[in-house]
């Protein structure tokens, strides 16, 4: 029964980081949110400083998978948790972690597509653009420069 504490004291600690795991995540489906609703607007400014927030926060999920790594080749029946609560809890936090995950996937693939969309439409507008400016001029009248400059004054 020796190593009953050590035992227990990971189970808190799996409870802990999948804590962790599921905060960082619903933090992520907030901010991807926000992601989408500033590609629609077309902010680009308030986008590059929320994307460096969500590059801090994968970093941290890719911390808390490594912390969790551990866990991943024990048998999850033979944990031992000091409550029966504590081990429900624990797998509710994973099921609701690995929603969140799915969801964060999604909002990902439709902010991607979103921005691919965008881009298009502002290439189209500037291909637009540039063969109006070339009709424009094609049809301006040209006028022969001769290089001198008239300084003659009649007095």
């Known amino acids: 029964m020796a190593d009953t504490p050590t035992l227990l004291c990971e189970t808190d600690l799996l409870l802990e980081l999948i804590g962790r795991k599921q905060n960082c995540l619903e933090q992520l489906r907030v901010l991807g949110g926000r992601q989408l609703e500033l590609i629609e607007i077309e902010d680009m400014t308030q986008l590059l400083g929320l994307l460096a927030a969500k590059h801090h926060l994968l970093a941290e999920l890719q911390q808390l998978e490594r912390r969790l790594d551990p866990f991943r080749g024990q048998d999850p029946r033979a944990r031992r948790w000091r409550t029966p609560e504590l081990h429900e809890r624990c797998a509710r936090l994973i099921a ?19 921005l691919r969309r965008h881009r298009d439409e502002a290439a189209a507008r500037l291909q637009g653009a540039q063969l109006a400016s070339q009709a424009r001029g094609a049809y301006l009248p040209q006028t022969p420069h001769t290089g001198r400059l008239d300084v003659s004054s009649e007095r």
């Not at 609701?96 to 597509?113: C, I, N, Y």
């Open 96 to 114: 609701a972690s690995e929603q969140l995950f799915r969801d964060v996937l999604e909002q990902e693939r439709v902010a991607e597509t979103s």
